[in-house]
């Protein structure tokens, strides 16, 4: 047996070898379909830890009508402050308001020349708890108390919210469809791949059948061929990735923590990895086990 199994890993290796320029095809469309497959999913990764962080310091600001009194502000701000979801309230006062606007156009003070009184109002900043940071459980929260009189507007980014979200599942689907004919054209490539290795030694496999040799040890080198093919083009994909991500780090990581609003970007992890590498040679044997019915027809 170990014998045999010696002589399969020969072969198969061997067959690599002589058929170096269709090996050399199949395993580059494969590493090609997995670098396009695992960026696809690096970026959704990222955009869901981006999402996830930015909801997590999502902040509720309601805005008093001008006409709000402190016995008014008072109340809002002691019924909001009784509701399960809220964690803090921060009251921001008008004169407040008009000093966070000054510290933050620092330079460009002319802009608020001119103003003959404070037209900003006084506002509520308001931190949901942890079980309640949530798209739905912002917005059912939003919908609470949208209808106090006292309040004159309510911000929390739901239009960009809603937009980002949109893009980011329509980048999803996108990914995945594009995912599934990637992987599903590799599954045709190297079964035809294949199919080319095992009519270029129809003779030899014909020679094989007259002296005996049973159906599976003939196909077994071509299995091995399939799943080496598959793990080596998916584990290139891997470094290809692991490197060009290292690079860009090093020239963008500012910009990148600016945009994203995390502490780092995330890449694959050794679990994810393992995954990828045992479906390249599941995605390769599969090919290889599609193409075995050309050696059944085969005459002795």
């Known amino acids: 047996m170990i014998h045999k199994i010696l002589y399969c890993l020969k072969s198969s290796f061997q067959n690599l070898r002589n058929n170096l320029f269709l090996s050399f095809i199949t395993t580059s469309t494969i590493t090609i379909t997995f670098i396009i497959c695992l960026a696809f999913f690096l970026i959704v990764l990222n955009l869901s830890v981006f999402k996830e962080n930015w909801v ?7 805005y008093f009508n001008d006409s709000a009194n402190a016995a008014t502000i008072d109340k809002t701000r002691s019924e909001l402050s009784a509701m399960v979801e809220v964690e803090t309230i921060t009251f921001v006062s008008r004169k407040e308001a008009m000093v966070l606007l000054q510290q933050s156009l620092q330079g460009q003070d002319g802009i608020l020349e001119g103003l003959t009184e404070n037209p900003l109002p006084a506002s509520l900043e308001i931190k949901l708890k ?5 798209v739905d459980g912002v917005e059912n929260f939003v919908a609470g108390i949208s209808g106090n009189e006292a309040l004159q507007d309510i911000e929390y980014g739901q239009k960009w919210l809603q937009r980002f979200l949109t893009i980011f599942e329509a980048f999803r689907i996108t990914s995945l469809s594009l995912g599934v004919c990637l992987i599903l054209f590799t599954y045709f490539i190297i079964s035809n791949t294949i199919k080319l290795m095992i009519f270029s030694r129809r003779e030899e496999i014909e020679i094989m059948k007259l002296v005996g040799a049973t159906s599976l040890f003939i196909k077994f080198p071509f299995w091995i061929e399939g799943i080496i093919q598959g793990f080596v083009g998916a584990g290139i994909a891997l470094l290809f990735l692991y490197c060009t991500v290292n ?12 945009f994203l609003g995390a502490g780092n970007f995330i890449f694959i992890n050794f679990s994810i990895a393992g995954i990828v590498l045992v479906l390249g040679a599941l995605i390769g044997l599969a090919g290889s086990l599609f193409s075995m019915n050309s050696i059944d027809e085969f005459n002795v």
């Open 130 to 134: 942890q079980e309640y940071l949530s």
């Open 56 to 62: 997590d310091r999502l902040q509720i600001i309601v």
């Open 247 to 258: 690079l860009f780090l090093t020239n963008h990581l500012v910009s990148l923590n600016f």
